[in-house]
């Protein structure tokens, strides 16, 4: 079983450049967010999805984009760059709970290194 | 908003039970406690989580107080393996649902 896999796991890119994070999941899970991690911080969220054509903004959703055109992928796209977006991005995924998105265990990926110069 | 208190870091001899602490004294009726743990450089893990019943399965125990204003993880035999970021979390009762992660507790497990 992969789980959440995401891709690049590394990438620097230049002020004012554009790229996709790609996430990937094989439990058929429903939910699914992305959230990045400062240095030394705690994870933020940035946007979440509960089923494919359905997302929603998290805390920190300036400067990003995503789309759900799957239940299985769900890619988050920086239009941009700037180096405030330099973090660690996780990917991650869940059952729906009764309580809504949050409610049952996430599962993680490995997350992409992001760079900004 | 439900938060959390941790500290900032712990140490645990290997072998030993590890109790982390998390106090959450603004916590809602109908909001769960979790834990999750982060080793370096990996994306976070799902330990265990609980309401208002004691909590156990096969990584940790789960002690939530009866007021449910404070909560403590136990793991059982601490190993080296264990040294990681451990968060306390309580789910926001939203509807963005989103899980608030905090700067958690650095436990060291030392040989």
């Known amino acids: 079983n992969a789980g959440v896999t995401q891709t690049p796991k590394f990438r620097i890119l230049k002020i004012g450049q554009s790229m996709t994070l790609q996430c990937t999941q094989d439990?058929?899970?429903?939910?699914m967010y992305w959230y990045r991690q400062d240095p030394g911080m705690g994870l933020k969220l940035i946007y979440y999805s509960v089923g494919a054509g359905i997302t929603d903004k998290g805390e920190v959703p300036n400067g990003y984009n995503v789309s759900r055109s799957t239940t299985e992928d769900f890619p988050l796209r920086l239009e941009l760059a700037a180096p405030s977006q330099t973090s660690v991005y996780f990917c991650?995924?869940?059952?729906?709970?009764?309580?809504?998105?949050?409610?049952?265990?996430?599962?993680f990926g490995d997350g992409t290194r992001l760079s900004i110069l | 908003d439900a938060k959390t208190t941790q500290p900032p870091s712990m140490d645990c001899a290997e072998g030993r039970a590890a109790n982390l602490p998390c106090n959450h004294s603004t916590i809602s009726g109908n909001e769960y406690v979790y834990w999750y743990r982060q080793i370096h450089s990996q994306g976070p893990q799902y330990i265990i989580h609980?309401?208002?019943n004691n909590e156990t399965n096969e990584m940790a125990s789960l002690i939530i107080t009866e007021d449910r204003k404070s909560s403590t993880l136990i793991l059982p035999h601490a190993t080296l393996r264990d040294t990681a970021v451990y968060y306390c979390i309580v789910r926001v009762a939203r509807s963005q649902g989103n899980l608030i992660f905090g700067k958690g507790t650095k436990l060291s497990v030392k040989p």
């Open positions: 991650a995924s869940s059952l729906p709970g009764t309580g809504g998105p949050g409610d049952q265990p996430q599962h």
């Open positions: 439990m058929n899970h429903n939910y």
């Open positions: 609980g309401l208002k």
